[in-house]
């Protein structure tokens, strides 16, 4: 390429396609991961040790996943974080609100450990999973004993590429007046007279009984897995945007039939023990572990023990929105 053609472009802002080199996100190769939670405890407790909550805003520990470590990818997931955050008793993490959409499912705490989300105090016992959608005024705070541990699931890096997030630090100006999620406790009966006009669900917390009851009365798949979603009950669709949430119940010594897809996945093991197969790889998983299921994998599950349960996050909601979601089945 001639030095005049190269300052008549660089002169006019436009460059030569056949010359740039950089790889697309379908060349990323992403192998799956897992975080053992025997090496996660340890790490919250010094955590809680060398951070004090009147100058962190929150005590968060990021999963980084190594298949991004020579990228300027960050993260556990793709187009999600995933973080593990930590409270001790008398501890506040004070107000804010970002665009971003959070989800917090409760590893450890007594119940004494509360998230406000627009006014609506939700108490975190271990199961449950709870909503922050984006611009909802959150704060937690804890007046039980010993830690409290859940993980968050953010939207983070999807809205970093459309740049789309803001924050605001609280106190809020705007807080709307509590509210009661009792309206909605009957499954299959939604008021309608509420002006429900937000693009989230009405419920911010799904405790765990209520989702193992359903997995228990529910029957079985043709591979005897049992999965359900959680769903805004006025639409019937995702919890929220931005991560679509389920939570499945592997087969007892049986695998799941295989998949594959251009969505991405992380999972938490809420219970039991089994393993997973995820392209070449084999992962072992037991009561606490998170792991990432990387597109473009065949992905099959297994339980092995009676109770195993593994909490799911993924984008697969955004992408089939979008019209870009790839997916098959094999068998
Ligand atoms: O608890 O508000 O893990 O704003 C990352 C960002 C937690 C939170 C995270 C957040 C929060
Ligand atoms: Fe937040």
């Known amino acids: 390429m001639s030095t005049n053609f190269r300052s008549a472009m660089e002169s006019a802002n436009v460059s030569a396609l056949w010359e740039r080199t950089e790889p697309d996100g379908a060349q990323l190769t992403e192998t799956p991961h897992l975080w053992p939670w025997a090496e996660l405890d340890p790490l919250l407790d010094v955590a809680v040790q060398q951070t004090d909550m009147e100058n962190a805003e929150r005590r968060v520990l990021v999963l980084e996943n190594p298949a991004y470590r020579d990228s300027p990818r ?26 971003l959409n959070a989800l917090r499912f ?26 922050t959608p984006g611009w909802c005024w959150h704060e937690h705070s804890h007046d039980g004993k010993g830690r409290a541990v859940w993980l968050d699931a953010l939207d983070a890096q999807l809205q970093r590429h459309l740049c789309t997030n803001e924050f605001e630090p609280g106190p809020s100006n705007d807080m709307p007046p ?28 799904y405790p765990l009984s209520r989702v193992v009851d359903a997995l228990g ?32 119940a592997p087969p007892h010594e049986r695998q799941t039939r295989a998949y594959r897809t251009n969505a991405n ?16 790889e084999m992962l072992r998983w037991r009561k606490n572990d998170i792991f990432s299921l990387p597109r473009g994998h065949w992905i099959s ?31």
């Open 74 to 99: 960050i993260g556990a997931s793709l187009n999600m974080v995933v973080n593990l955050q930590v409270l001790m008793p008398g501890e506040i993490a004070r107000p804010h609100r970002h665009r």
């Open 265 to 280: 996945m992380m999972c938490l093991v809420v219970e039991g023990e089994g393993a997973s197969q995820i392209g070449d």
């Open 217 to 248: 009365a529910m029957p079985a798949a043709a591979d005897g897995s049992r999965r359900v979603r959680y769903t805004n009950p006025l639409t019937g669709g995702p919890a929220m945007p931005g991560v679509d949430c389920y939570m499945l």
């Open 178 to 205: 509590p509210r009661s999620e009792d309206a909605y406790a009957a499954a299959g009966v939604t008021p309608l007279n509420l002006q429900e006009d937000k693009p989230y669900s009405p419920i911010f917390r």
């Open 106 to 131: 409760i590893i450890e705490g007594d119940g004494r450990a509360v998230t406000i989300v627009d006014g609506t105090p939700c108490p975190m016992f271990p199961g449950d999973f709870l909503l």
């Open 301 to 331: 599950h297994r339980a092995e023990s009676g109770d195993a349960k593994l909490f799911q996050l993924t984008d697969r909601e955004v992408l089939a929105r979008l019209d870009y979601l790839r997916e098959e089945f094999r068998g």
